[in-house]
Every structure is written in C-alpha cells, then in structure tokens.
C-alpha cells in the first residue's frame, strides 16, 4: 500500500525557508507524479507545485513562483519542496499526494489518489 510522510514543518518567521519532505515507503516515487498541496483554516486545499513522472517538468502556483522549490532525490525515494521568502499566508497543513502510476503529467487540482498526513508550517513573528 502507498504510504506517503511528509515531515520538515515549523515555526519560523516572514521571510524565513523551510525544505518540506515527501517520503516513500513500500514503493519507488519517482514512477509517481507527485503534487504539493496546503489547507489553510476555513479554507479549501490548493495546490502549491507539483512534478511529473518521468521528465521531471514541474509546476507551480503563482503564489510560490520564484520562492518555492521542487525537487526529486531518486536515491532518498523523497520528495522536496523548499519554500524560500515565506510569507504569513504560507501558514498551513501542507501534504503531499501521488497520483495514479498511469499518469504521467502532475496536476494542480487535487485529483491524486494517495495522500499523506500533512506537516504543519507556520509563519509569524
């Protein structure tokens, strides 16, 4: 059964970075496309960044272009999203989800069909 862990929230203050980890077990990620996704209080998942299965192409929310980071480590079976200028807004339950192994392309919409149990990152002086 895919199992995703995502681990590397925190506290840290406007302008800080964080790398966020996206870790597998029981199968290899990189026959995955995998996607970022975040959940603010009362608010609906977005998707934050994501990157496709075989050549890597990645995409981002227009949010987090120029300050967000996404990664594979094949070796590590890990999943990175380095966030860089943080912003208040930031602040949320962040996950991390694999899609089904027939789909190449990742997505933005939350149409993933494994999903880890989120890491909190918060923003705040």
């Known amino acids: 059964q895919l199992q995703l862990v995502e681990s590397g929230g925190a506290l840290v203050q406007p302008g800080g970075s964080l790398r966020l980890s996206c870790a597998a077990s029981g199968f290899s990620l990189d026959s995955y496309a995998i996607g970022w996704f975040r959940q603010a209080p009362g608010k609906e998942r977005e998707g934050v960044s994501c990157?496709?299965?075989?050549?890597?192409?990645?995409d981002y929310a227009d949010s987090v272009k120029g300050r967000f980071t996404i990664s594979r480590d094949n070796a590590k079976n890990t999943v990175y999203l380095q966030m860089n200028s943080l912003r208040p807004e930031a602040t949320a339950v962040y996950y991390c989800?694999?899609?089904?192994?027939?789909?190449?392309?990742?997505?933005?919409?939350?149409?993933?069909?494994?999903w880890g149990q989120g890491t909190q990152v918060t923003v705040s002086s």
């Open positions: 990157i496709d299965k075989s050549d890597g192409s990645t």
């Open positions: 989800a694999a899609r089904l192994p027939l789909l190449r392309s990742c997505t933005l919409s939350p149409w993933y069909s494994s």
